[in-house]
């Protein structure tokens, strides 16, 4: 059973770069497409964009100025670099998978998520 | 403004059946792709619950069920019961945007 874990830092000031790993348990990482999701309070979901374990992106264009997403196998793990935050970012952020094999685009596992807030 | 456009919220009895609606256009669901429908629970993460329009996971109950017609699709829940009570949201993807989308989510009260 695949396990996702978000970790990053508790607040990040507007105009910085918030960064998030996301850590991998009990699975292969080529099994999947790794992608983030963010869900501001009270709010729906936005898709934010996706990695594969040979590096190849995909992300929101309405994001993707501001995103950047690496992959790092060795450590079983993904990473989001948002720029250039504003209040606007404050949000649950969660990692989530999309296996290879499937035919439909539907995030089949989830992290728990992690609240970054962005404040000064 | 969510590009699939959801109910705020729904509401039923114990028993009764509901029907969550998601409409969309051209450039997603009436383009051809493919309907998921995921339930939140308070303070959880989002579990799929609907893949491909119609299809459950293992362990999701057959009271759950999705459909699909045109630029919309519906979730239908059965025999409601107390721990339905969540957001759902459906989710797509976009040509035109070249992105996954979201429906804007709707609250299910279970009365």
């Known amino acids: 059973q695949v396990q996702l874990q978000e970790s990053g830092p508790g607040l990040v000031k507007p105009s910085e770069t918030l960064s998030l790993v996301c850590t991998v348990s009990?699975?292969?990482?080529?099994?999947?497409?790794w992608s983030w999701i963010r869900q501001a309070p009270g709010k729906g979901l936005e898709y934010i964009g996706y990695?594969?374990?040979?590096?190849?992106?995909n992300s929101n264009p309405s994001l993707k100025s501001r995103v950047t997403l690496s992959v790092d196998t060795s450590k079983n793990q993904f990473s989001l670099k948002l720029t250039s935050v504003t209040a606007a970012d404050t949000a649950v952020y969660y990692c989530?998978?999309?296996?290879?094999?499937?035919?439909?685009?539907?995030?089949?596992?989830w992290g728990r998520g992690t609240l970054v807030p962005v404040s000064s | 403004q969510s590009v699939l456009t959801q109910p705020p919220s729904v509401s039923g009895a114990p028993g009764q059946i509901v029907t969550i609606s998601c409409t969309g256009g051209?450039?997603?669901?009436?383009?051809?792709?493919?309907v998921q429908w995921y339930q939140q629970l308070p303070g959880t993460a989002p579990k799929v619950l609907i893949y491909?329009?119609?299809n459950r996971p293992s362990g999701v109950p057959d009271r759950f069920s999705g459909s699909k017609s045109g630029t919309s699709a519906s979730l239908a829940i059965t025999g409601l019961q107390a721990e339905d009570e969540a957001d759902y949201y459906c989710?797509?993807?976009?040509?035109?945007?070249?992105?996954?989308?979201f429906g804007g989510g709707t609250k299910l009260t279970v009365l």
């Open positions: 989530a998978g999309r296996k290879v094999t499937s035919a439909y685009w539907y995030f089949a596992v």
């Open positions: 009990g699975g292969s990482m080529s099994n999947y497409y």
């Open positions: 990695i594969y374990y040979s590096g190849t992106t």
């Open positions: 051209n450039s997603n669901i009436g383009g051809g792709y493919d």
């Open positions: 491909g329009n119609s």
């Open positions: 989710q797509s993807y976009d040509i035109r945007l070249t992105a996954v989308v």
